[in-house]
């Protein structure tokens, strides 16, 4: 599956014989610059007919094996097998209370994006109160909606931020971004990426050979060699990927004295949070003025409202998408859905939690769900899920630290904290990372927080200003707030 993820092809829609289109970077960038819904929409199709039915099969008998490991691991299925890793009894019901959190915030967002998108493309493309057809969002797997923030921004005549297009007038090269990652986390007296590190990487997309390219960070276990392997492409979309990458190695690198056991993330989002964590500074406008890639100051409330909405059509939106994927595996390896039921509980998640739908009808001779590479390559979701909520609880943390957040101080908001050259808050982050996964992940967020659970507060503390500009903003328009059921056909038996 994973193999045939990364070597599929589709054909162009504007050439119906160029027929070598690789998701990395082709279909990707075509993906994010396209405008028109009918190349979305073959682009979408093509992608999860290749990538996605065709691993249908494969993907059911990966079900039944990987079932099979889980009980002779003493558990009662994957699901199980999965949700240890987090150590707590109640894992799913935390999952859930949080989305009860962050939903009224995703409803906002969704709603105005909705607007947007059929202010642009028309009522028939985009209706009233429906859910959003995923081919539109400037993503594969609408999981982050970041490359339509250009025409959907709330103040269009705010000076447009294209960090894509600065970094590429700047001649930025994948070197130079691993290079300005490395130097951000040196700043915050943390450890500097080994020799050996930038001997073995693999950063930019081999012309010989084919690779699996979804980018993927690697400890080797000896206490010097950490590789990361990722096809680099010079867009904002790699400039968080790199960081994300560069939280990973940084981790193996904080916790390499633990003996080999303990050298781990003190849970899965913890690893994936890392990086993150530090790209929250990076993506503030005074650090992005700091590295020459955003010009001018005009720090006033639209700007700011721009600000958070760019962040927000990356952070919150990516949560429903995150949840999704692994309640449906969840379902899958509980045998609750069975293969014939496989595309159509699929997307009825989908429905129900994002509010997207496909753009053409869809039968069970699909597989969309393995068009995404973590359910055709098995690794775990919901470590994204984790992360995208701990990270503002890291980051608030911080930036407290660092004297760049102080609650009610409106000249230390949370969107301006910029933690680079703050060695406080790198040591404190450098003790949570040390323990690696030597003690209860609680133990480890209150080392560097103070609180010892999961909460949605820091996320909503930072988008309360959007949240309350979308409520306004959606009332004055009349929008409806959620959706009603789609039209599209993707459930044919029932
Ligand atoms: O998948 C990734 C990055 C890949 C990874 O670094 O998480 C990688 C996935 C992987 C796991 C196992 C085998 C092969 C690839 N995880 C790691 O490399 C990794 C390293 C150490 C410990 C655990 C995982 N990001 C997610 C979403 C995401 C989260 N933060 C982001 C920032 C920018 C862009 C995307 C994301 C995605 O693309 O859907
Ligand atoms: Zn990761």
């Not at 993907?59 to 009662?76: P, R």
Request: charged letters at 25%; one cysteine or more.
């Amino acid at each position: 599956m994973e193999s045939n993820y990364a070597t599929s092809k589709i054909c162009s829609f504007k050439n119906a014989t160029k027929c070598d289109l690789a998701l990395e970077p082709d279909i990707t960038e075509l993906f994010a610059k396209s405008q028109d819904p009918e190349e979305l929409r073959h682009l979408w199709v093509e992608w999860h007919r290749a990538a996605g039915a065709r691993a249908r099969d494969n993907f059911t008998q990966y079900v039944q094996l990987d079932n099979e490991a889980a009980k002779l691991n003493d558990f009662k299925d994957v699901a199980e097998w999965w949700q240890a890793e987090y150590e707590v009894a109640d894992f799913e019901a935390q999952l859930a209370r949080l989305w009860e959190d962050v939903k009224p915030l995703y409803q906002q967002l969704h709603a105005y994006v909705r607007r947007r998108l059929r202010d642009k493309y028309g009522d028939q493309v985009v209706s009233q109160k429906g859910p959003i057809p995923a081919h539109l969002l400037g993503n594969m797997w609408a999981q982050t909606w970041n490359n339509i923030e250009s025409f959907t921004r709330p103040y269009p005549d705010k000076k447009e931020v294209d960090i894509t297009q600065a970094m590429q007038e700047q001649n930025y090269t994948a070197l130079k971004m691993f290079q300005m990652s490395d130097e951000f986390f040196r700043s915050l007296n943390l450890t500097a990426m080994p020799e050996k590190f930038w001997k073995n990487s693999i950063i930019e997309k081999p012309t010989d050979r084919e690779i699996v390219c979804h980018a993927s960070a690697w400890d080797f276990y000896d206490g010097e060699d950490f590789r990361i392997k990722q096809c680099t492409t010079i867009d904002y979309e790699y400039f968080q990927t790199t960081h994300h990458e560069m939280g990973h190695i940084q981790y193996f690198l904080q916790y390499r004295h633990q003996p080999v056991i303990f050298r781990d993330g003190a849970n899965p989002g913890f690893h994936e949070a890392v990086g993150d964590t530090i790209a929250l500074s990076v993506s503030s406008p005074k650090h992005l003025r700091r590295v020459g890639l955003v010009s001018g100051d005009a720090e006033d409330e639209q700007t700011e409202i721009n600000q958070l909405y760019k962040m927000g059509i990356d952070k919150i939106v990516f949560l429903p998408f995150a949840y999704t994927l692994d309640l449906f595996r969840y379902g899958v390896f509980r045998g609750e859905t069975r293969p014939e039921d496989y595309n159509c509980h699929y997307w009825q998640l989908r429905e129900a939690l994002q509010g997207v739908e496909p753009p053409v009808n869809r039968t069970e001779e699909d597989f969309d769900a393995a068009a995404k590479y973590h359910v055709s390559a098995d690794v775990e979701y919901a470590r994204y899920y984790v992360s995208f909520i701990i990270q503002f609880q890291f980051h608030r943390a911080l930036c407290q630290l660092a004297g760049e957040y102080v609650p009610e101080d409106l000249t230390k908001k949370l969107v301006d904290c910029d933690i680079y050259q703050s060695v406080a808050a790198g040591n404190a982050l450098a003790n949570m990372l040390k323990m690696g996964s030597s003690r209860p992940w609680p133990d480890a967020m209150e080392a560097l927080t103070g609180q010892r659970a999961m909460r949605a507060d820091g996320l909503l503390e930072y988008f309360r200003p959007l949240h309350d500009w979308l409520r306004a903003e959606n009332q004055r328009t009349g929008e409806h707030i959620g959706w009603e059921p789609s039209k599209i056909q993707y459930c044919t038996s029932e």
